[in-house]
């Protein structure tokens, strides 16, 4: 049904790059691809075998390089290699330490799940072995005591084990400790009960063990101090905090959620006036009066972040659990607003969805709706083109480009943003303002403003007020509202449909992908009679020049993720092309579903695209099944004081986070640099 329509032609400004104000996008890109390091810790007996082989075989191999150049093996020299040397001495005290760090860690407040403590552990005992293995090699150019070299490799685990709980489990150093040091212990414990044939204990012994231990202990802790500097300065928080109750998004830890939202986000935030809208349909045979809606369109000028289900993230389904009883069917789609409007906790949702509930009480019905409309500016041409719905021909909804889109319902106007398949990330709030007041302006009535969210690259910029393509934007609204002053207003039809069945880890977020059909049907002359005769007369023309228009229908694709791949948004108006006259693909921005492995996730890189179009196929039959005849209401509010994070504050998280980065590697090395050069110089004094 979707065909090329006709275009007119008009003089337009260049080609807009997808760039303009992309810092805070591109920091905060970086920031989230972090997460391609993370990884699920595999299951604790699976780490616990391979400790248990690696230890056994790193023993033969260490003992081989000492006494086995023969290749005269007995039963009793592999014995002494892989259970005493191997077993004994490297993977029994790994074995325990994991048994003990886990209650350790519960016991003073902290959290290290035994997958965490048996990974940490393995990864200790191959850094042991690798400086035995290199000391081994070292040893046939230099006098290297063997003892020694252990009791070194033991000490020096504390520099990856001390952080790495602290950052997990307790940012606390005393709470963190016991958990950090004990397989350091247990190491020396394990070297003392080896039989005095193959270890002699000595005074000097004891002295490089507490050494050792007492000189990387104080490394790490001076190394650790340098790293949370940056937090401290800008935010006046323990980085290590941050960290740790960030990393718990990924296990769904209330309590962090409590203290990331209210000890840091709240703290940091700054309170503001943000516009929520709404677009609500209801079956005319309900009372005017009653507060029941079929279908229910939240359009909140905020943003769906910052991480997990923090602040605004996974706003629709908070909404839908606020808003229970006033609809069945909710759909948020995204407004104008960037990082910078993410509400920082929980209860500022509920301050939208009380805005919610009073709009939906004020709002004034109508019957009548337009067709969906839709303005063009062709990157490739540099023209803009204007489209109609007719039944020769129906417009193109998968042209290159800026895409302006309109539908009147009543007393107001949505208006749509898509440039897909050129990449964009968000337009901030100046700029849907812009297009809201102008619009309204013009019109007189109500306007709303949506950003379809449609098309992502990593790195894509924020459109900003100012920047040409926000300025392309206002003006094809004014162009686009030309086009509609005429435009005949019809009885109409919904449909709604919906399929929760996807995860996060596909991309998208607990309300799934969603569709809404409305079915403009011609307006009989005899229905106007409420029109006075100026309207009535200006309608039957309208009638007249459209008699042959017949019933049109479009689509609202609403998918619960953070943006889709470029060009999937093509293939699914493609796909759906034969069903209706036209559709647009939208995006809540829920970041929900960046607290997965990856971080970067949008709808389609990780669930296959055939996926998402056949279900998008599927609802929209449903939903045309499902189309009843409606009435519409339009609504819109400021809503004072809400909380979010304020201008360029997720900048600084990520400025901070990406400087904290760089200053660990340098430092980490002139760290532990002292402290090698401090054991050697124990070494050489004793």
Not at 47 to 66: E, H, K, P, T
Not at 107 to 114: A, K, N, V
Not at 195 to 200: D, K, M
Not at 429 to 458: M, R, W, Y
Request: hydrophobic share 40%; charged share 20%.
């Amino acid at each position: 049904m979707m065909q090329k329509a006709n275009t007119t032609e008009l003089q337009s400004p260049q080609k807009t790059s997808t760039n303009e104000g992309s810092t805070t996008e591109q920091a905060m890109d970086r920031t989230t691809h972090l997460t391609k390091y993370m990884f699920r810790s595999p299951e604790p007996f699976m780490v616990a075998a391979y400790i248990l082989i690696f230890s056994m075989v790193a023993g033969f191999l260490i003992d081989f390089d000492l006494q086995h150049l023969d290749n005269n093996f007995s039963i009793e020299q592999i014995y002494n290699s892989a259970i005493i040397l191997g077993l004994f001495l490297i993977g029994m005290p790994a074995i325990l330490s994991c048994l003990i760090s886990t209650p350790a860690a519960g016991f003073l407040g902290g959290d290290l799940p035994y997958r965490r403590s048996f990974l940490l552990a393995f990864v200790s005992i191959i850094i042991l072995v690798c400086i035995l293995l290199i000391g081994k090699l070292l040893a046939i150019w230099f006098e290297i005591n063997f003892w020694i070299l252990m009791i070194f490799g033991y000490a020096l685990m504390i520099t990856l084990r001390h952080p790495v709980i602290l950052a997990t489990s307790n940012h606390r150093h005393l709470g963190s400790l016991p958990s950090s040091i004990n397989q350091t212990i247990l190491g020396f414990l394990f070297i003392y009960l080896v039989p005095n044939s193959i270890f002699r204990y000595t005074l000097e012994m004891s002295v490089f063990m507490l050494g050792f231990t007492v000189i990387f202990l104080g490394a790490t802790l001076l190394w650790l101090h340098i790293v949370i500097q940056p937090f401290r300065r800008n935010f006046d928080v323990n980085g290590l905090l941050l960290m740790k109750h960030s990393l718990t998004q990924f296990s769904k830890n209330k309590k962090s959620d409590h203290v990331l939202e209210n000890e840091f986000f709240s703290r940091i935030g700054t309170d503001t006036n943000l516009r929520v809208g709404i677009v609500g349909f209801k079956d005319p045979a309900e009372n005017y009066q009653t507060t029941k809606i079929s279908t229910l369109l939240v359009i909140p000028s905020v943003h769906l972040g910052p991480f997990g289900v923090l602040g605004g993230s996974d706003l629709p389904l908070k909404l839908s659990k606020y808003l229970k009883g006033l609809t069945s069917n909710l759909m948020v789609f995204h407004g104008p607003a960037t990082h910078d409007q993410n509400p920082v906790a929980t209860g500022e949702c509920k301050k939208i969805a009380r805005v919610v509930r009073d709009l939906t009480i004020d709002a004034k019905y109508s019957e009548r709706a337009s067709t969906f409309q839709r303005i063009q500016l062709d990157s490739a041409s540099t023209t803009t083109s204007t489209v109609t719905s007719t039944s020769k021909t129906r417009h193109r909804a998968t042209g290159t480009g800026l895409n302006i889109c309109a539908q009147r319902f009543g007393n107001g106007t949505v208006y749509i943003h898509t440039s897909s398949p050129e990449s964009t990330d968000d337009i901030d709030n100046s700029t849907g303002e812009a297009i809201v007041q102008k619009a309204e302006h013009e019109t007189g009535n109500h306007a709303l403003f949506i950003d379809a969210h449609n098309c992502l690259e990593p790195g894509t910029g924020e459109v900003h007020f100012g920047s040409k393509k926000a300025n392309d934007m206002v003006d094809l609204v004014t162009k686009l509202n030309e086009k509609m002053q005429d435009l005949p207003e019809h009885n109409i039809s919904t449909g709604f449909a919906g399929d929760r069945r996807f995860t996060r880890a596909e991309g998208l977020g607990a309300m799934g992908i969603q569709v809404l059909v409305i079915r403009n049907e011609p307006v009989q002359l005899d229905d106007q009679l409420e029109l006075d005769k100026p309207q009535k007369k200006k309608q039957k023309k309208n009638n007249k020049d459209n008699a042959c228009t017949g019933i049109k229908t479009n689509a609202y694709i609403l998918l619960d993720g953070n943006n889709v791949i470029p060009g999937l948004r093509e293939h699914i108006l493609n796909a759906i092309s034969d069903r209706v006259d036209d559709a647009e693909v939208f995006t809540t921005d829920n970041h929900v579903v960046n607290a997965t492995m990856g971080g970067y996730n949008p709808v389609g890189l990780k669930l296959g695209q055939k996926k998402v179009i056949d279900s998008v196929r599927r609802l929209v039959d449903r939903a045309i099944e499902n189309c009843k005849p409606s009435m519409v209401c339009m609504n819109s509010k400021i809503l004072k004081n809400i909380r979010i994070l304020g201008k360029n504050t997720p900048l600084r998280i990520s400025a901070t986070i990406n400087a904290t980065i760089s200053i660990m590697r340098g430092s980490l090395v002139a760290c532990q640099g002292l402290a090698i050069g401090a054991c050697y110089i124990l070494v050489t004094l004793i």
